[in-house]
């Protein structure tokens, strides 16, 4: 079973940045998809970063240039955010999903996921 915990939320000021963590556990398929989404209040979620087995990497058009998705080799990924802005505050969830080794695999950022984490809360103000 895979389980995913992030960390690294809080408050920060417009411009400023924040790291987020996810840590994965029982994630031991070859083939998967990671990845990074959030959720404003009355709002559908979005996917924000994608990193794949294949280590593609996709950003939703919003962060890019902002965010950088990246993964350890211990399959735990990161989302460093810069250059935050308010219309980043949002509850962000990391994700995954695997695949069997025959199976067709898109890594985009919006791709389905699988398994979620629990969320961290992100505040920028300006």
């Known amino acids: 079973q895979v389980q995913l915990v992030e960390s690294g939320g809080g408050s920060v000021q417009s411009g400023g940045s924040l790291r987020l963590s996810c840590t994965a556990s029982?994630?031991?398929?070859?083939?998967?998809?990671m990845g990074w989404f959030r959720q404003v209040p009355g709002k559908e979620r979005e996917g924000v970063a994608a990193?794949?087995?294949?280590?593609?990497i996709s950003y939703a058009d919003s962060v890019q240039g902002r965010f950088t998705i990246s993964q350890d080799n211990a399959k735990n990924m990161y989302l460093q955010m810069d250059d935050l802005k308010p219309e980043d505050t949002a509850i962000y969830y990391c994700?995954?999903?695997?695949?069997?080794?025959?199976?067709?695999?898109?890594?985009?950022?919006?791709?389905?996921?699988?398994?979620w984490g629990q969320g961290t809360q992100v505040t920028v103000s300006s």
């Open positions: 994700a995954a999903l695997t695949v069997q080794p025959w199976s067709v695999l898109v890594c985009s950022s919006s791709f389905r996921p699988s398994y």
């Open positions: 029982g994630l031991t398929h070859s083939r998967y998809c």
């Open positions: 990193v794949g087995s294949d280590r593609s």
